[in-house]
């Protein structure tokens, strides 16, 4: 008889591991508390206008086409890519800068920027390339339970190499000495959860991703990789509940036999929680069967949480990108803001996403759709005379950058902010991408995918291995059933 399965929460992670359960025979049945599948990647339309809620940028295009093949299948089955070009926008204080997508016209760019810079972004991308095809086709599959995953001599040949214990900061400064290559670089890392100089060279893999991978948009958005894996999950069998929401999971004899939610129980033989690691643990367990004690979580080091404004303006702003990021202020201040001294940015980054330039789909004719994000330190009690502050400002901020007027054109703004993550998502003080990836956090000392008092219960997600990202949740979805495939 095959096992039945409970995945609770529909993201990514859970997704993945559905289908991969699914694969092998399992009877699988997924609940989601909200009205539609993707967790932190749902979708959010208004007036004619389009949004991607959560993860916005698609990278890593080899880990999708890895997840789709396990299943016979290829992306292309289910949704159309585009590779940006420019890849992307930054602004800085002394004007704008498109990164190009094609690597030569990059190494130009580095060179008439820094003198002798081309030479030294070939050795680093050379470098990060190994990092790329060793942490993202191999560490990252590790389940992070014991140290001796890691007893292979190709590992030891290569931990040097990989910069485990050189900082990114550190690593990017003995190549480059122009800030605004070195803000480039380390962009990828602002997310990770923790400042350059606190954050493993490893992470150099991201710059590989970013500038020879390239930048994709999946056309329709996010939610169309939400919507492919959704119906790859359906296609195998797995069931999908909406609208349930979990409050307890009950344990007899060290077994999780059900879980109690809004509508009804749900009896299960193996128990999955894609949801939030903390919340599921403080929550919905009873003490006796935690992994962890509120104090462990107390001491993690968390990444960001974020305050979002989703904008519709009604008209065309043809000085836009799909993606910009905003430099225009000191990006060392924000860091300290959002990691050494927590609080509300006084000039902070920001990152503007505005789909419409790249999709005619996502918004009403000759209108766009704007989805702008301020990086903040988690647990921050945020109100709408906050959000208004920031609102305002951002928008000055696009309006000097661009030289039009916005203001009058908004005809749909939502916000989003730490509150949210924490009422939507169950989010641990209302962080937006997870534990930091500093080096005591990483493999085998992040929170461990098995519970070890309750034998049949497993975690998945963000808060555990490999980290997050849609890609590692992807992976961390494969992991978790790898687990529950060797289980007796």
């Given at each position: 008889?095959?096992?039945?399965?409970?995945?609770?929460?529909?993201?990514?992670?859970?997704?993945?591991?559905?289908?991969?359960?699914?694969?092998?025979?399992?009877?699988?049945?997924?609940?989601?508390?909200?009205?539609?599948?993707?967790?932190?990647?749902?979708?959010?339309?208004?007036?004619?206008?389009?949004?991607?809620?959560?993860?916005?940028?698609?990278?890593?295009?080899?880990?999708?086409?890895?997840?789709?093949?396990?299943?016979?299948?290829?992306?292309?089955?289910?949704?159309?890519?585009?590779r940006?070009s420019?890849?992307?926008?930054?602004?800085?204080?002394?004007?704008?800068?498109?990164?190009?997508?094609?690597?030569?016209d990059?190494?130009?760019?580095?060179?008439?920027?820094?003198?002798?810079?081309?030479?030294?972004?070939?050795?680093?991308?050379?470098?990060?390339?190994?990092?790329?095809?060793i942490?993202?086709?191999?560490?990252?599959?590790?389940?992070?339970?014991?140290?001796?995953?890691?007893?292979?001599m190709?590992?030891?040949?290569?931990?040097?190499?990989?910069?485990?214990?050189?900082?990114?900061a550190?690593?990017?400064?003995?190549?480059f000495?122009?800030?605004?290559?070195?803000?480039l670089?380390?962009?990828?890392?602002?997310?990770?959860?923790?400042?350059?100089?606190?954050?493993?060279?490893?992470?150099?893999?991201?710059?590989?991703?970013?500038?020879?991978?390239?930048?994709?948009?999946?056309?329709?958005?996010?939610i169309?990789?939400?919507?492919?894996?959704?119906?790859?999950?359906?296609?195998?069998?797995?069931?999908?509940?909406?609208?349930?929401?979990?409050?307890?999971?009950?344990v007899?004899?060290?077994?999780?036999?059900?879980?109690?939610?809004?509508?009804?129980?749900?009896?299960?033989?193996?128990?999955i929680?894609?949801?939030?690691?903390?919340?599921?643990?403080?929550?919905?367990?009873?003490?006796?069967?935690?992994?962890?004690?509120?104090?462990?979580?107390?001491?993690?080091?968390?990444?960001?949480?974020?305050?979002?404004?989703?904008?519709?303006?009604?008209?065309?702003?043809?000085?836009?990108?799909?993606?910009?990021?905003?430099?225009?202020?000191?990006?060392?201040?924000?860091?300290?803001?959002?990691?050494?001294?927590?609080?509300?940015?006084?000039?902070?980054?920001?990152?503007?996403?505005?789909t419409?330039?790249t999709?005619?789909?996502?918004?009403?004719?000759?209108?766009?759709?704007?989805?702008?994000?301020?990086?903040?330190a988690?647990?921050?009690?945020?109100?709408?005379?906050?959000?208004?502050?920031?609102?305002?400002?951002?928008?000055?901020?696009?309006?000097?950058?661009?030289?039009?007027?916005?203001?009058?054109?908004?005809?749909?703004?939502?916000?989003?902010?730490?509150?949210?993550?924490?009422?939507d998502?169950n989010?641990?003080?209302?962080?937006?991408?997870?534990?930091?990836?500093?080096?005591?956090?990483?493999?085998?000392?992040?929170?461990?995918?098995?519970?070890?008092?309750?034998?049949?219960?497993?975690?998945?997600?963000?808060?555990?291995?490999?980290?997050?990202?849609v890609?590692?949740?992807?992976?961390?979805?494969?992991?978790?059933?790898?687990?529950?495939?060797?289980?007796?």
């Open positions: 008889m095959s096992k039945k399965v409970i995945i609770i929460g529909s993201g990514f992670s859970g997704l993945s591991a559905a289908c991969y359960l699914a694969q092998q025979g399992c009877d699988v049945t997924v609940l989601e508390k909200h009205t539609s599948v993707g967790g932190r990647a749902r979708q959010f339309k208004s007036e004619g206008f389009t949004y991607d809620m959560g993860p916005s940028w698609y990278w890593m295009p080899d880990i999708f086409d890895k997840f789709f093949a396990d299943f016979g299948k290829k992306v292309s089955d289910y949704y159309e890519l585009e940006l420019p890849s992307y926008r930054i602004i800085y204080k002394d004007g704008p800068l498109d990164i190009p997508s094609n690597i030569d990059l190494y130009a760019m580095f060179e008439n920027i820094e003198s002798g810079s081309a030479v030294k972004l070939k050795q680093f991308l050379k470098e990060a390339e190994y990092k790329y095809k942490g993202m086709h191999d560490l990252v599959y590790k389940p992070g339970l014991s140290l001796t995953e890691f007893l292979n190709r590992f030891f040949r290569g931990i040097f190499k990989l910069d485990v214990f050189n900082s990114i550190s690593h990017i400064r003995k190549s000495s122009n800030p605004k290559l070195i803000q670089l380390e962009f990828p890392v602002l997310f990770l959860g923790a400042l350059p100089k606190n954050t493993p060279a490893l992470y150099s893999l991201m710059n590989y991703s970013d500038m020879v991978g390239g930048t994709w948009y999946p056309k329709g958005g996010m169309s990789v939400v919507n492919a894996m959704h119906q790859l999950a359906v296609e195998l069998g797995v069931k999908f509940e909406l609208n349930v929401d979990v409050s307890k999971i009950n007899e004899h060290n077994l999780a036999k059900s879980v109690s939610t809004n509508t009804s129980e749900f009896k299960c033989d193996v128990l929680s894609s949801a939030d690691y903390h919340f599921t643990e403080q929550k919905l367990l009873d003490k006796v069967y935690r992994n962890y004690s509120e104090s462990y979580w107390e001491s993690r080091k968390l990444a960001p949480s974020s305050l979002i404004f989703y904008i519709g303006v009604n008209k065309k702003l043809p000085k836009l990108l799909h993606h910009t990021l905003f430099f225009d202020e000191d990006f060392d201040l924000h860091a300290q803001e959002i990691y050494t001294d927590p609080k509300w940015p006084t000039n902070p980054l920001i990152y503007l996403s505005c419409s330039q999709d005619a789909t996502v918004a009403p004719k000759d209108c766009e759709n704007l989805m702008v994000l301020i990086p903040i988690p647990n921050l009690k945020d109100d709408k005379k906050t959000n208004d502050r920031y609102f305002d400002m951002v928008i000055n901020r696009i309006e000097k950058q661009l030289g039009v007027s916005i203001k009058d054109n908004i005809i749909l703004r939502r916000d989003f902010a730490t509150s949210d993550f924490i009422k998502y989010s641990f003080k209302g962080n937006a991408y997870g534990l930091a990836n500093t080096l005591s956090q990483t493999a085998i000392l992040k929170p461990k995918l098995i519970n070890k008092k309750v034998k049949n219960l497993f975690y998945t997600g963000q808060l555990t291995v490999p980290g997050p990202g890609p590692p949740c992807l992976i961390s979805g494969k992991l978790v059933a790898m687990q529950v495939f060797k289980q007796k």
